[in-house]
């Protein structure tokens, strides 16, 4: 790599505002005045490929930065990462976990600020996640009781009453004596679907049941829907964490 053309034209783009540090044969760290939410400074590396062909990428290091309070776990949270990658046209080296663009050098520095905006998007993947159309608190929820209930009889989607289809419940822990029907519910339109759907089953069923609410969050309800969903159901979960510290033992419990 000409390293003085390199820096002749990075100083051009940069306006000097930059520094070019060897980390190893053909591997160069880009210093610049652009940083992480933290405030740590973003990790862009470039080396070349072939005469004027270069790889400008982050060596893996924004995902593992990112993994400290987030991790890529679910479907939906890896389909936003990979959303975002497509939207930039950027790749994505599963085996080192690198963020990567392909540039000449008259495009060096558009992809050096591409891929900054790319770390930026992807270091903030908790806050997208949560304005994101689809919800990550359903995901969660039917990954953890796929992952670690799997002791149980537990049916997605149960319709207690002859396939009625107004009748559906979430999840259904069937046991000998009784079940257990588990409604994650998220905001007042759900929280109040899962209250009808409770009392309807309690006037149709003849078979006893437990009912339980998981709520993303019971205090953004107001207090007349907080009242309504404590009288109605069982048992409830204030937030997903609560949920999973003792959904295990409950569940037992209220099966025996």
């Not at 930059?18 to 992480?36: A, C, D, S, V």
């Not at 497509?86 to 891929?115: R, V, Y």
């Amino acid at each position: 790599m000409d390293i003085k053309l390199l820096n002749k034209y990075l100083s051009k783009s940069f306006n000097n505002q930059f520094e070019i540090k060897e980390k190893r044969q053909n591997l160069y760290q880009i210093l610049l005045p652009l940083f992480y939410p933290d405030g740590d400074m973003l990790d862009i590396f470039i080396s070349e490929l072939e005469k004027d062909q270069f790889l400008v990428s982050d060596c893996g290091t924004t995902l593992m930065r990112l993994s400290y309070s987030f991790d890529l776990d679910t479907d939906n949270k890896i389909e936003l990462f990979k959303r975002i990658l497509l939207q930039q046209n950027a790749k994505f080296e599963e085996n080192t976990g690198s963020i990567q663009l392909i540039s000449n050098l008259d495009q060096l520095f558009n992809n050096i600020m591409q891929l900054s905006q790319i770390i930026a998007q992807v270091s903030n993947l908790k806050i997208l996640q949560r304005k994101t159309v689809v919800s990550l608190f359903y995901d969660d929820v039917k990954k953890y009781i796929e992952s670690y209930l799997t002791s149980f009889n537990v049916k997605n989607n149960y319709m207690p009453i002859n396939n009625d289809q107004d009748l559906v419940v979430d999840y259904a822990f069937l046991g000998d004596k009784r079940s257990v029907y588990v409604f994650p519910v998220k905001g007042s339109s759900k929280t109040q679907n899962a209250i009808i759907t409770i009392l309807r089953l309690q006037q149709q069923l003849d078979s006893p049941f437990t009912s339980v609410l998981i709520h993303e969050d019971f205090e953004c309800l107001t207090k007349a829907e907080r009242r309504i969903s404590m009288k109605v159901a069982d048992k409830q979960f204030g937030d997903f964490n609560s949920f999973k510290e003792s959904a295990e033992d409950f569940i037992n419990r209220a099966l025996a």
